[in-house]
């Protein structure tokens, strides 16, 4: 497995402005992703961070919105730009190695709530 | 497109009771893997298990229990002698195999089990 940190842990934040959420692991991975998981709800994948070159996205997420880095094989930042209470949200980062190939682990999550 | 469906939204039962938590899957590729995951209150997801679409041997781990069918499209997940500590949200996924390695993953609604006293 991998030990993965994630900074905020938390965060209340007002409308119109931004937050960024940094992914720190303890090792070497392939890997980098970030999820949201709405109040209730089950998760859903916002992009694939990739070392060195623009992120992908996925369908209805857009670089403006949620513009991400990754510097090195273990660091990773998503910003939340914009907010509005609909990106209320728990946010996760998730990692993966080449072997064993699809075993996927995530961080504790950075809980943001948009005023 | 891939898809996974957890029924069961809520379960509840009394300690010591076995469970089953129920997982179908949709898909059209022939190499896939199967996950899944807990997530305790404190909101972490905890991996539980992988298995990859060639293997259906049935896996024990301890009091939990995993039955893969593949002619049912099936992935389902059984506590023995349920605790309160497994009071959690269960998450089944499905990955994506063309990203290469490691996979992207689509998720179940997830299943709440409220284990009580």
């Known amino acids: 497995s991998a030990v993965i940190s994630q900074k905020p842990s938390r965060d209340i934040c007002q409308r119109g402005t931004s937050l960024t959420i940094q992914c720190q692991v303890d090792?070497?991975?392939?890997?980098m992703f970030w999820y949201r998981q709405q109040p209730g709800q089950s998760l859903t994948l916002i992009a694939t961070?990739?070392?060195?070159?623009?992120?992908?996205?996925e369908s209805g997420f857009v670089i403006d919105k949620f513009p991400i880095s990754r510097p090195n094989l273990t660091f990773s930042t998503l910003t939340v730009s914009n907010m509005s209470p609909e990106d209320s949200s728990i946010y996760l980062c998730?990692?993966?190695?080449?072997?064993?190939?699809?075993?996927?682990?995530f961080g504790p999550g950075t809980r943001l709530t948009v005023t | 497109a891939q898809k996974v469906t957890q029924a069961q939204t809520e379960i509840s039962v009394v300690e010591k009771e076995d469970v089953t938590l129920d997982c179908v899957y949709e898909?059209?590729?022939?190499?896939?893997?199967l996950f899944w995951y807990k997530q305790p209150p404190s909101g972490e997801l905890v991996f539980l298990i992988r298995?990859?679409?060639?293997?259906?041997q049935n896996e024990i781990s301890g009091r939990y229990s995993w039955n893969f069918q593949k002619s049912t499209s099936s992935f389902n997940f059984t506590i023995t002698a349920s605790q309160v500590v497994d009071s959690a949200v269960y998450f089944c996924?499905?990955?994506?195999?063309?990203?290469?390695?490691?996979?992207?993953?689509?998720f179940g609604t997830g299943t709440r089990l409220q284990v009580t006293l």
């Open positions: 998730s990692v993966a190695r080449a072997v064993p190939a699809y075993e996927q682990y």
């Open positions: 090792s070497q991975v392939t890997m």
């Open positions: 961070a990739n070392q060195g070159s623009e992120a992908t996205y």
């Open positions: 898909t059209r590729d022939t190499t896939y893997y």
């Open positions: 298995r990859n679409s060639f293997d259906e």
């Open positions: 996924a499905l990955s994506d195999p063309n990203t290469g390695t490691a996979s992207k993953l689509t």
